[in-house]
């Protein structure tokens, strides 16, 4: 099997497991995965994570060009300025995970450290989390924004609509988002209880040894 047959593969099987564990629902999410030659994988506009096919994947050129399967996601922008901002990216996930979206309604979310440390998977895998403002979906200001924070965020909450995280490759990337969502969920059932979180020297030792970048 070609490397690329193998990640048409991998998308559609990680893609189903999410679907059927209820981190997205219906048609909502997307997902791609950079291509050994620059090029692109993407999930197709109005698709559900649950009934993906890895031939009809829509497929880019290193230069951009649309070069087969079907029309890829609306959100193509969101996805393009992650590659271009953070050369490490080879996969982004975009989720509308309901614990996740849940906690960015919350009044008091802090923008720059959207997600308690309540673990320390959660900081391993994300670093520190910035909540972008509610967008339209389809909205190229969203790829404007994740453009302003010059790739110095692996992982953005987008209020009320949901998280996008980029990774080394798509299985860190699916981990990362799951391990998003469910410190989100931490959050919300642990929220008024004035939990014990981790403190600033736990914080920085996870962010040293493990290269995480906390203080971006």
Request: charged share 20%; with cysteine; net charge negative.
């Amino acid at each position: 099997m070609s490397e690329e047959s193998r990640l048409r593969e991998t998308i559609c099987t990680l893609a189903a497991s999410m679907f059927d564990r209820g981190l997205t629902h219906g048609s909502t999410g997307n997902i791609s995965v950079r291509l050994p030659d620059g090029g692109l994988l993407v999930s197709p506009t109005g698709s559900s994570f649950g009934r993906l096919d890895p031939a009809r994947l829509a497929q880019f050129d290193a230069v951009g060009r649309h070069v087969g399967g079907d029309a890829p996601t609306k959100e193509m922008p969101l996805h393009k300025a992650f590659y271009d901002t953070r050369s490490t990216a080879g996969a982004v996930v975009h989720l509308h995970a309901c614990h996740s979206v849940a906690l960015s309604t919350v009044s008091d979310a802090d923008p720059d450290d959207f997600l308690p440390s309540i673990t320390p998977y959660a900081v391993m895998q994300l670093g520190r989390v910035k909540l972008l403002p509610y967008f339209r979906p389809g909205d190229p200001a969203m790829g404007e924004a994740v453009r302003g924070l010059a790739g110095k965020r692996s992982a953005v909450m987008l209020a009320n609509h949901g998280p996008v995280v980029a990774g080394k490759d798509v299985e860190a990337a699916c981990n990362a988002i799951e391990e998003l969502e469910a410190t989100a969920r931490l959050a919300l059932l642990t929220r008024g209880m004035n939990p014990r979180l981790l403190n600033q020297v736990q914080v920085q030792e996870l962010a040293t040894t493990f290269n995480v970048e906390w203080d971006a």
